[in-house]
């Protein structure tokens, strides 16, 4: 399985972006997915999950209201949806998938990783 993600950039404080991540490869369907993104200097960080169906999403508190991770299953993509950006958003995010069941997706139980793509947020 590979992920790539795309849509990352640079923006200003209060805007909105949406990643992507494209899932592809024999066994692509169904995973649960994520969003994990690592500041400069800091450690990489749990954003969303979601599970193998759409039906289930969970959130850092630090993004609850602000994010909505969703999934295309039929283009096996899952999406970011970011509002409301703020400077301490600027970080390399990056998606992960694996074959569990639930939502809750931890950075230590991700089979497969996608390259990272930059978001920066100007104040």
């Known amino acids: 399985v590979q992920l790539q993600a795309s849509g990352g950039g640079l923006v200003q404080a209060g805007a909105t972006l949406r990643l992507s991540c494209e899932a592809s490869g024999r066994t692509a369907g169904f995973l649960r997915m994520g969003w994990f993104r690592q500041a400069p200097g800091e450690k990489r960080e749990f954003v969303a999950g979601i599970s193998g169906s759409g039906s289930s999403t969970y959130y850092a508190d630090s993004v609850k209201g602000r994010f909505t991770i969703s999934r295309d299953n039929a283009k096996n993509t899952v999406y970011l949806q970011m509002n409301s950006l703020k400077p301490e958003d600027t970080a390399v995010y990056y998606c992960?998938?694996?074959?569990?069941?639930?939502?809750?997706?931890?950075?230590?139980?991700?089979?497969?990783w996608g390259k990272g793509t930059l978001v920066t947020v100007s104040s």
């Open positions: 992960a998938a694996d074959r569990a069941i639930g939502a809750r997706i931890n950075i230590n139980g991700a089979d497969y």
